[in-house]
């Protein structure tokens, strides 16, 4: 993913990346499925409302929709962090709160470093084989 811009903005970073190719809805749910477990209460919202997960293969079987965001405390960055993806579209908006050094008095250069990183392995879930909310792997779309 591209970071297209980054700004800070009461106590958060907000930011847009850009996906390197368009993807389906259920692309997009592969990369909040495979992000999921690197979340301390992780919450999934479609759309503004809070959708409930019993497990993680619950997510795969999340109806298309306009936007899904996954929120949460990052154990990769120790941070907050929500991440929107949005249905045919091709930017990716996140925020992250600015409550350690990496993330407090950032620059462009230094936040990118810092987040592509993540981004990236997010947008190669999207083009991994997904598993079926049944446990067995299934063919990606797209």
Do not use: C
Not at 69 to 91: E, Y
Not at 101 to 106: A, C, G, I, S, Y
Not at 116 to 133: F, G, R, T, Y
Request: hydrophobic share 40%.
């Amino acid at each position: 993913m591209l970071l297209v811009e980054e700004r800070e903005e009461n106590g958060w970073i907000r930011s847009t990346f850009n996906l390197t190719y368009r993807v389906t809805w259920n692309q997009l749910l592969q990369a909040v499925h495979g992000a999921y477990p690197y979340f301390a209460n992780p919450q999934v919202l479609v759309d503004g409302t809070q959708i409930s997960v019993t497990k993680q293969s619950d997510i795969l079987t999340i109806p298309e929709d306009r936007a899904i965001i996954l929120r949460g405390i990052s154990t990769v960055l120790n941070a907050p962090l929500m991440i929107t993806f949005r249905n045919q579209s091709q930017a990716v908006a996140v925020s992250v709160g600015s409550v350690n050094q990496e993330f407090r008095n950032t620059t462009y250069e230094k936040y990118n470093k810092s987040m592509s990183q993540l981004m990236d392995s997010m947008e190669i879930m999207m083009h991994l084989h997904a598993a079926k909310p049944n446990g067995s792997a299934a063919p990606t779309r797209g």
